[in-house]
């Protein structure tokens, strides 16, 4: 078995669960390596706020 990665990247925190819990229906879980979480937040030219959820699935396929 080989060594895969799959990215994941949402505005919303809802949206970067939904589309995590999609992928690990398809693969067994005992496949599952590791899970990186990570949230960047910058500023538009308004001052409003700006999110990006990403998380990396790290899985034997």
Do not use: P, T
């Not at 960047?40 to 699935?57: H, K, L, P, R, Y």
């Amino acid at each position: 078995m080989a060594l895969k990665v799959k990215v994941f990247d949402e505005e919303h925190e809802e949206d970067l669960e939904h589309e995590m819990n999609r992928f690990l229906q398809k693969i067994d879980e005992r496949d599952v390596i590791e899970v990186k979480f990570q949230v960047g937040v910058s500023c538009d030219q308004e001052d409003d706020q700006i999110f990006c959820f990403s998380a990396m699935i790290i899985y034997r396929a």
